[in-house]
């Protein structure tokens, strides 16, 4: 009888744990090094982990999903030129799931704070974003957003005002 629980015991137990995408790990070494690039300003290295069928979902209000390279890379490029000493510092690395299987799907979801500086205010920034990014085959960003006050963060390190 010891024997019979014990088998459906760990029966159990195995079913109840997730099933990790084999891609995930893969993606979450791809998602830092996007991160990296980010905080090294390197719109070229980031342009270069860009697929060129992507879509992306921008972080400023009214903005539409995108769905062109040139308008994310436009999209990087007016952060990284509005910005110095950027850091993303992520509290996790979380994987995604397929929004039609609730399956983990290889994407990778992460929580963090970012910090900088405005070029044009020198003032200083600090706020949490929720970023996903999925990957091809290739290692390439397929699909992504953000999401974030995007839209309160510049208006908070822009220029005063003046009198």
């Known amino acids: 009888m010891k024997k ?11 079913c109840s744990q997730p099933v990790q995408n084999p891609k ?8 830092k090094k996007w991160f990296e690039l980010w905080e090294a ?6 342009s270069l982990m860009i697929s060129d069928k ?16 040139t ?7 007016g952060w990284i030129g509005a910005m110095e000493n950027i850091n993303y510092e992520p509290d996790n690395f979380l994987a995604g799931v397929d929004p039609e299987t609730n399956l ?6 992460t929580y963090g704070t970012w910090t ?8 200083n920034f600090e706020v949490k974003f929720y970023h996903f990014l999925t990957f091809n085959d290739d290692g390439l960003v397929i699909n992504g957003g953000d999401y974030g006050d995007a839209t309160g963060t510049v208006m908070a390190v822009s220029p005063d005002a003046e009198e």
């Open 24 to 31: 995930f790990e893969k993606n979450v070494v791809l998602a």
């Open 41 to 46: 300003e390197d719109i070229e290295g980031l």
């Open 104 to 109: 983990p799907d290889g994407s990778v979801r």
């Open 116 to 123: 900088g500086i405005n070029t044009a205010s020198d003032k």
């Open 54 to 69: 992507v879509e992306w979902q921008g972080a400023f209000y009214g903005q539409e999903l995108t769905k062109s390279k």
């Open 71 to 77: 308008e994310v890379i436009d999209y990087i490029n």
């Open 4 to 14: 019979i629980l014990l088998l459906a015991g760990l029966i159990m137990y195995s």
